[in-house]
């Protein structure tokens, strides 16, 4: 881990600010220490599966980072989040749902394991997806596309890209939600 | 295959923030409300002593109970609205509150005949009263849950509940200007049975639309 949990906020002030490259570090700080949460408490599911719950989590918190507010720990609100996404993938898999919050307090970061089935849900959920949407988060994601090079491969304005990108990935969260 | 990190670079060129719940949710919610409650009010009418309802010691809680609750109701479903919130102290207002209603209606049964008692919780317009107050109500409930779904509501039924209360406080202030009832044993009842009807609802609904 190279920020430390109470740079967070800062980052994710900056982020929401606009500063892209702030954001990055937050969610780059942000994986492991989820990972390790979702393994600790998901322990019993496989390495895969947790990895996609990890998504999950990554992508909610996303979506939902204006509801932080910016005069309050960001730690609870992630980790309230964590948490009930969690629960929730293990309520879908039929396990044990009891989750004390004091389980969050001491948790290792974790680095990515290898996936023996090469198998992942957010894989499957961009075949779901309309073939623009599927390309561009393809080509931001594989390819490293910026979202000024987007806008003229995909013949829009570079506002029109990052509306485009936006809603690219709230439907991925929407798809992700109705498959449960 | 889509790898974490391939995830977090999507994520971090995506610079475009989601919409704030408040103060839209007021607004979805109520306006609606205002709209069919006021057509309402235009067909029905006021009840004719209006004024001095208002003023009246027991009738006066027809409005003083609804309002609060459409503010603590509103301030809850906000509230709830970040994930990490414990409003607790709210929920006490409304306990509060309906302990006050189940004040009233036992102060206007210890006041008359037990064999009054049934014909004075039935009333006269029972199902226009409920009616009106649960389809205001929902109107309200519908208009602010759209909004609502901007939120991150880690309890998604509580949070359709809390706005269910405000919507449906809202929608009771409204047809209680027309309601010509000053019968504590009738108005707590039905007003309270439609509020609930519409909190339920806003309960089953948020559990749906709200989920994050």
């Not at chain 1, 073939?131 to 570079?158: H, M, P």
């Not at chain 2, 509103?74 to 607790?88: F, K, V």
């Not at chain 2, 309906?98 to 009233?104: D, K």
């Amino acid at each position: 881990m190279t920020e430390s949990r109470d740079d967070w906020a800062d980052l994710l002030r900056a982020a929401n600010r606009g500063d892209t490259a702030a954001y990055a570090r937050f969610l780059a700080a942000l994986a492991p220490v989820m990972r390790g949460m979702v393994r600790a408490q998901a322990g019993g599911i496989d390495a895969g599966l947790r990895e996609d719950i990890l998504q999950e989590i990554l992508l909610t918190i996303h979506l939902k980072r204006h509801t932080w507010a910016e005069d309050r720990p960001v730690r609870p609100w992630v980790y309230a989040i964590t948490r009930f996404k969690i629960i929730d993938a293990l309520r879908r898999n039929g396990r044990d749902t009891s989750l004390p919050v004091e389980d969050f307090a001491n948790i290792l970061p974790a680095e990515a394991e290898a996936d023996p089935f090469e198998r992942r849900d957010t894989d499957r959920m961009l075949d779901q997806l309309d073939d623009r949407s599927r390309n561009i988060l393809r080509a931001v994601a594989y390819e490293g596309t910026k979202l000024a090079d987007l806008g003229s491969r995909f013949d829009l304005s570079e506002g029109a890209a990052r509306v485009a990108l936006h809603r690219a990935l709230g439907k991925l969260s929407a798809l992700r939600r109705k498959e449960q | 295959m889509m790898q974490t990190d391939h995830l977090i670079t999507l994520l971090a060129n995506d610079t475009r923030l989601g919409r704030a719940v408040w103060p839209g949710v007021v607004f979805a919610a109520l306006g609606p409300i205002l709209v069919t409650g006021s057509v309402l009010l235009t067909v029905l009418g006021f009840r004719p002593d209006f004024a001095s309802a208002v003023t009246s010691p027991v009738t006066v809680w027809k409005w003083v109970l609804p309002l609060v609750l459409m503010a603590v109701g509103m301030s809850l479903a906000l509230a709830l609205s970040r994930p990490e919130s414990h409003p607790q102290k709210r929920w006490r207002v409304i306990v509060i509150l309906a302990a006050i209603a189940a004040g009233l209606f036992a102060i206007s049964a210890g006041m008359q005949p037990p064999a009054q008692w049934i014909a004075a919780i039935k009333g006269k317009t029972l199902l226009l009263c409920v009616s009106s107050i649960t389809g205001i109500g929902l109107t309200g409930l519908l208009g602010g849950l759209v909004v609502l779904r901007r939120g991150a509501s880690t309890r998604p039924g509580l949070s359709g509940f809390a706005l269910g209360l405000g919507s449906g406080g809202a929608a009771t202030i409204l047809y209680a200007m027309h309601c010509g009832s000053n019968e504590p044993m009738f108005f707590v009842t039905w007003y309270g049975s439609a509020i609930l009807a519409v909190s339920l609802t806003g309960s089953i609904l948020g559990r749906q639309l709200l989920k994050i």
